[in-house]
Nanobody, 124 residues
Framework: QVQLVESGGGLVQAGGSLRLSCAAS????????MGWFRQAPGKEREFVAA????????TYADSVKGRFTISRDNAKSTVSLQMNSLKPEDTAVYYC?????????????????WGQGTQVTVST
């Protein structure tokens, strides 16, 4: 098991930027693939991005490709999500997740460790 705590959410105007961070504790961080998901009110939780154990491979949802960047620092046991050119439709609670899977899954049920979430609100 790994414990995950997100930070960095807040209120930002459309076109602005935010950087989310997720700190991990527990078992060796580098053994997990890390992902970010988000859930808007009344909607299903959706995949945002994932990064491989080494940080060398990443994958993104089409809706954020080119605007968001996921990265990790295994020495500090952290994963980050840099969000640029934010849009009102990016408003959601953002969750950090970890999985021991052997690929970069985009389905939430492939992840078995979750943080509590951090709110991101993008105003017009």
């Amino acid at each position: 098991q790994v414990q995950l705590v997100e930070s960095g959410g807040g209120l930002v105007q459309a076109g602005g930027s935010l950087r989310l961070s997720c700190a991990a504790s527990g078992r060796t961080f580098s053994t997990y693939i890390m992902g970010w998901f988000r859930q808007a009110p009344g909607k299903e939780r959706e995949f945002v991005a994932a990064v491989s154990r080494s940080g060398g491979s990443t994958t993104y949802a089409d809706s954020v490709k080119g605007r968001f960047t996921i990265s990790r620092d295994n020495a500090k046991s952290t994963v980050s999500l840099q969000m640029n050119s934010l849009k009102p439709e990016d408003t959601a609670v953002y969750y950090c997740a970890a999985t021991g899977a052997g690929w970069l899954p985009q389905k939430s049920d492939s992840y078995d460790n979750w943080g509590q979430g951090t709110q991101v609100t993008v105003s017009t």
